[in-house]
């Protein structure tokens, strides 16, 4: 069958990854610069060809918990919001790690804090990968830097989820929320049946046979031994997620002496510098995490051996630094250039300060 | 081949349509493209931009600074962006509403009388596709068989009847193309 492509935004690439990969529901609440995928997922109107469900709730509190009530049954849902609607969610997203449950969430990231502006950053890196809710929780965070990721990691997203009982983050920004780019999307697949979820997902809330005592989807544990117990089985399975969860992609390291280290549309920007620092004859290349938890730790530590000094490169005061320095020992100086409150960095100033490194 | 194009205007002289029927034929002709608009609180009145990159290569940065081709249609956009075509670049611009000419001896530029032109032909939404003629006379990196399909995808079926006005639009602004300084 001939590959389909489309023009689409980040945004709409989101919505119709989630049509397309048999996702149960979507429960949202409009929000610059992401409000396209809630239009996108109701224009489609999904629900009389795949039984999808899509809700407008009241509230991004609302959204968190119809995805948390949703999850329990084992369905594929997922919400999406920006930067202030995210950090209504945060109890929500607490309590879906605390009971264990698969969802998915996207954070098309706005200029912060506060209300802040519509315009892209990624000052929520923090809030995503270092908590934002309460607990020792961990959510697995990818971040597209394509509007074909943005397709692809809506299956990617629930795959993990499911596959480690635990809410995973698409953690994208305003650029690649509202740039229009080239998809290949895949063909559509099947809702999972009721069966199909209770065979699979024994921990499910399916109805109870007789042949097993009920199910009980919780995150209140009153006995401070048996909530021991609890995290100790979640920090065990972070250990396994960082083990075998870890994606990272590199451009032109093979020789580098200086490295870059840029996610999502940061990266973008950094693949041009990479290529006005080649032009210029600056042995410069790129790393770009995938999951920014699990943080790609071992190749950074190994190319830190190799490049004299490494500067990291992000639309915020400098988050994903501190990550990059305890990966790397801080065996090599580690430097910080970014633009906060919603300015982009151009690729020019970034080969500027690339010239004094 | 990598072109890399910044259209910047008023909101609703069709910038953005401007830019999203370039992507689509581009991307119908087999090209990598990337179309990323500004989003801010415009409206119709305000500033509006889009960068267009069309390439045989996997695109980078999709947000830039510096262009190709700039494709200017009122006095703050010139303001804007008259510096940040690259030298040996091209400007293209509506001299309509223009003050300020542009001043740079460094690139290419020349005038499309896009208002004007679509006002005697008595449709002034053409505007921004007699502009796109211009530019395509001077970097024909579209074939019109997939300029055609790129309005059929980027304009709603309802208005597809408006296509060949459209293509005898971007036929127009080939031949009102005035050079002002060709390098």
């Given at each position: 069958m001939a590959k389909e492509i489309k023009l689409m935004k980040g945004n709409e690439a989101i919505a119709e990854g989630a049509i397309r990969c048999g996702c149960d529901g979507y429960f949202g609440y409009p929000i610059t610069p992401q409000s396209e995928i809630l239009e996108y997922l109701t224009a489609e109107n999904p629900y009389p060809k795949t039984g999808m469900v899509v809700l407008q709730a009241e509230s991004e509190t609302a959204s968190i918990n119809m995805v948390y009530g949703g999850a329990a049954l084992g369905k594929r849902v997922m919400t999406t919001s920006s930067s202030p609607g995210i950090s209504l969610m945060q109890e929500g997203l607490s309590y879906i790690a605390g009971a264990e449950l698969p969802a998915l969430v996207v954070n098309v990231v706005r200029g912060g804090p506060g209300l802040g502006t519509i315009q892209p950053s990624q000052a929520d890196y923090f809030q995503t990968v270092k908590g934002g809710g309460h607990g020792d929780y961990r959510l697995i965070t990818l971040a597209p830097a394509s509007v074909q990721e943005m397709y692809d990691f809506v299956e990617l997203g629930f795959d993990l989820a499911f596959k480690y009982r635990n809410p995973v983050m698409l953690l994208s920004d305003g650029v690649i929320g509202q740039v229009m780019e080239k998809v290949e999307v895949g063909e559509y697949k099947p809702r999972w049946t009721n069966e199909y979820i209770a065979k699979t997902y024994p921990?499910?809330?399916?109805g109870k046979p007789e042949s097993r005592g009920h199910n009980i989807i919780t995150s209140l544990q009153l006995d401070p031994v048996v909530q021991e117990k609890v995290n100790h089985k979640l920090q065990a399975k972070y250990k396994v997620c960082e083990e075998n969860e870890v994606r990272y992609e590199t451009f032109q390291t093979e020789d580098a002496e200086i490295l870059l280290v840029a996610y999502g549309s940061s990266a973008r920007i950094c693949q041009k510098v990479v290529q006005l620092g080649r032009e210029a004859g600056i042995k410069v290349g790129l790393l770009r995490p995938i999951t920014l938890w699990p943080f790609p730790k071992k190749p950074l530590l190994e190319l830190s051996k190799q490049v004299k000094s490494i500067l990291t490169v992000e639309m915020?005061?400098?988050?994903m630094i501190e990550d990059v320095k305890l990966a790397v020992e801080c065996k090599v100086p580690v430097q910080h250039y970014g633009r906060f409150g919603g300015m982009i960095p151009t690729p020019t100033e970034i080969f500027e300060v690339l010239k004094t490194l | 081949m990598t072109e890399e194009i910044i259209i910047a205007g008023?909101?609703?002289?069709g910038v953005l349509s401007m830019g999203k029927i370039l992507a689509y034929s581009g991307a119908m002709q087999n090209k990598e493209v990337s179309w990323m608009p500004s989003y801010g609180p415009e409206m119709r009145g305000g500033t509006s931009n889009v960068t267009v990159i069309i390439s045989d290569e996997r695109i980078n940065s999709p947000t830039l600074n510096q262009f190709d081709t700039a494709i200017i249609l009122n006095q703050q956009s010139m303001d804007k962006f008259e510096n940040s075509v690259k030298p040996g670049g091209l400007l293209i611009y509506d001299p309509n509403g223009i003050s300020a000419h542009p001043t740079r001896k460094d690139i290419s530029i020349y005038q499309v009388a896009g208002t004007d032109k679509a006002l005697e032909i008595g449709n002034a939404r053409l505007s921004n596709m007699i502009m796109l003629g211009g530019f395509l006379k001077i970097k024909p990196i579209i074939n019109p068989e997939f300029l055609r399909k790129g309005l059929e995808k980027s304009l709603p079926e309802r208005h597809h009847k408006l296509i060949p006005d459209n293509e005898k639009a971007v036929e127009v602004g080939k031949e009102i193309l005035v050079p002002i300084h060709v390098l």
């Open positions: 921990w499910a809330l399916v915020s005061a400098g988050q | 008023f909101g609703g002289q």
